[in-house]
Structure formats: structure tokens, C-alpha cells
């Protein structure tokens, strides 16, 4: 997704009180380059990080990467950072592999873990809405792109489920307010 999708969160977050900065890639491009940018996008400024699908794993990665980045927290959208089986689906067809270009091998099973201090969320739909779908069905509960399972982090400081679609995930106002408790005090309750 084009950076401009977290528009919408972004513009609840500076009514917050906080000052977003968005960060675009491209997510065809090779994922080690992605870390080295969002890593020097980050540097000097001890932020809270959120990250929706690929952008989630993007982010994890970078910061379990570069401990010297300051993070204040990392928040996770729908992030398939145990691997996702639609990318694998969609891999096995030629567009699907042309259209994740460099970042094919993420969607490979495999362990997440956090490897800081700073609290890490994850939030995760329970809405069977997306386009992963059209691979197949999922198994257990998904949010139509990414399986619940796919999201956990060895280390998560906590975890809400909502009632949500992959995509609808950044624009959703439940999440929002799941997004402002977990930035103001790294829990969801």
C-alpha cells in the first residue's frame, strides 16, 4: 500500500496531539533496503512506530535490527510477521510473484520475536475481508489477507482482535482508539 494510505490514522493521531510522519516505500523493492531507509528515516528522533502489513514487518525487522534507533513503542497493524499463506499463494502464480518483487521470501513461515524493551502491540482483524481470500480460503480466524496466527510476536507486550477487515484495519476508528490508548501507555485496556 502507498504510504498515503495512513492518511487517515495519521490525521487522528496529530489531533492527538502527536506529530506523524509517514514512511513510504516500495514494497517491491529488495526488504534489506527497506530496513537501511526506514532505519535512517528513524534516526535522531525517539518515536513511537506503527506499521500496517508489510509496513509491520518492515518495521520490526528495522528496529530489531538497529537497537540504537530510540523507539518508544512499536504497533503493529495486520502484520504477517510469522509469514502469510495467501503471499505464498499468490506467489505460486506469475503475477503474484512479479507484484511482490523483493519481498517474496517474507511471506516464508517463520518466528518473530522482539527483541527489545519498549512495549510492542499487535492488532489483528477477525474479519474474513480481503483479497487473500481470492487464493483460497484461510484457516482460522483471518482478517481476509492475514491469519491472527500469522500476526503473534514472541515478546508482544499485548494484543487486541477486532472485528475488521485487512484493509479497513488503518481507517478503522475502533483501532484508532486501540492505536491512542496503546501510544499513551502501551496497553490496550
Not at 495519521?10 to 526488504?31: K, M
Not at 525487522?61 to 499463494?89: C, D, F, K, W, Y
Amino acid at each position: 500500500m502507498p504510504g498515503a494510505a495512513m492518511a487517515v490514522l495519521a490525521l487522528r493521531l496529530a489531533r492527538a496531539g502527536y506529530s506523524p510522519r509517514v514512511f513510504t516505500y516500495q514494497g517491491r523493492s529488495p526488504f534489506d533496503a527497506n530496513v537501511e531507509r526506514l532505519a535512517s528515516f528513524s534516526r535522531n528522533r525517539p518515536s513511537h512506530f506503527i506499521g500496517h502489513s508489510l509496513g509491520g514487518v518492515l518495521a520490526l525487522e528495522t528496529l530489531n535490527r538497529h537497537p540504537q534507533i530510540e523507539a518508544r513503542s512499536l504497533l503493529l497493524l495486520g502484520a504477517p510477521v510469522r509469514g502469510s499463506l495467501s503471499g505464498r499463494r499468490l506467489g505460486g502464480h506469475r503475477a503474484g510473484r512479479w507484484m511482490m518483487g523483493g519481498c517474496r521470501p517474507l511471506w516464508e513461515e517463520r518466528e518473530a520475536r522482539w527483541r527489545r524493551r519498549e512495549p510492542l502491540g499487535v492488532i489483528a482483524g477477525t474479519v474474513a475481508l480481503g483479497l487473500g481470500r481470492a487464493f483460497g480460503r484461510l484457516p482460522g480466524v483471518n482478517d481476509g489477507v492475514v491469519c491472527v496466527s500469522e500476526t503473534t510476536v514472541e515478546g508482544m507486550t499485548a494484543r487486541a482482535l477486532v472485528p475488521q477487515g485487512h484493509s479497513v484495519l488503518i481507517v478503522s476508528g475502533q483501532v484508532g482508539r486501540l492505536v491512542e490508548k496503546f501510544l499513551a501507555g502501551g496497553r490496550f485496556e
